[in-house]
């Protein structure tokens, strides 16, 4: 069954209710089109600011409190290239649907993150590169194409393209050239909104990412946030894990993206937000709440952060 479009009180009400589970709580949120809008260009994209101000305020809390609550931003991009981005310190990037990634220092820039990938994967860097370097110089280096070079995967985004039907199959002309390359080093698609990605047969996407960080965490509750095909695995992942107890409860939210939704993610997902910034109000709301609870334990809650979260909450509301 799809899930449904609900108000955002309902949402809201439906988040905070999983600070009632057993803890940990474990936030997972995807980045584009998530925490943040989508955009033509993949350079282009920015945090929502309330998002940026709600994750502080949980990476806050999970400092102080690692037995109560864990959270990680898992992305299609690079490590770097999310942490840049979002910019909070105290959090956990995922890069590259999971396949690398670490802890960001507390008050660290994003330069100084330190991103792990797994040793078994680096041969697939070079012939990664190869594929998108080739791909690039057969379609005569297009103004619209970006190739995005991550490690051990590479994705062409084509959304700048005028004509994007045409555009995906261009593309896959180009890779289909290719193709003997791909199969012998193992390299399999995985298709996106408007970005077709070649990452390890062996490494999985974000399903496995989530099954990864469900063994890992143990939590007893998850919230999970994303809007694209791989975000709809990973909250496959999740609903298998609470279908059998092994999680108390969860809480699967698709950020809708103007008409462009996979079906996929619909079906896996519990509720429908509008925008991102819907998507910020919700952690803003958990945190708010979060915070409310352990207040006691909380020195910091009546500072400065407190009142910049407040602020934004009152004009996220107007």
Not at 149 to 173: C, M, N, T, W, Y
């Amino acid at each position: 069954m799809a899930a449904e479009a609900v108000s955002f009180e309902v949402a809201r009400a439906r988040g905070v209710a999983l600070l009632d589970a057993p803890r940990p709580l474990l936030v997972v949120s995807d980045f584009d089109g998530t925490l943040s809008a989508i955009d033509p260009d993949p350079l282009g994209a920015r945090i929502e600011p309330l998002g940026r101000v709600a994750l502080r305020r949980l990476t806050r809390i999970a400092a102080l409190r690692p037995d109560q609550l864990r959270v990680f931003v898992l992305s299609g991009r690079s490590a770097l290239d999310v942490a840049s981005r979002v910019r909070v310190g105290g959090l956990h990037y995922l890069g590259n649907h999971g396949l690398e990634g670490g802890p960001l220092p507390a008050r660290a820039r994003a330069e100084r993150l330190a991103v792990a990938l797994d040793e078994q994967l680096l041969s697939y860097v070079a012939p990664a590169r190869e594929l998108g370097r080739a791909v690039y110089e057969r379609l005569g280096r297009p103004a619209w194409l970006y190739v995005e070079e991550k490690g051990p995967a590479v994705a062409f985004h084509f959304r700048a393209a005028p004509d994007q039907d045409l555009a995906r199959s261009q593309i896959e002309s180009a890779v289909l050239a290719a193709q003997p390359a791909i199969t012998a080093h193992g390299l399999v698609r995985m298709d996106g909104r408007k970005v077709i990605e070649f990452r390890p047969a062996e490494a999985g996407g974000k399903g496995r990412a989530a099954e990864r960080l469900l063994d890992r965490e143990k939590p007893g509750a998850v919230i999970s946030l994303g809007d694209d095909v791989s975000d709809a695995e990973a909250f496959t992942a999740i609903a298998a894990r609470r279908a059998t107890g092994e999680v108390a409860a969860s809480f699967c939210v698709a950020v809708h993206g103007a008409l462009e939704t996979p079906p996929a993610v619909l079906e896996a997902a519990d509720i429908v937000l509008p925008t991102p910034h819907h998507a910020a109000r919700l952690l803003s709301a958990i945190g708010h709440e979060f915070q409310r609870r352990l207040a006691p334990e909380l020195p910091w809650m009546a500072g400065r952060g407190a009142a910049r979260v407040k602020a934004h909450e009152a004009r996220g509301r107007q």
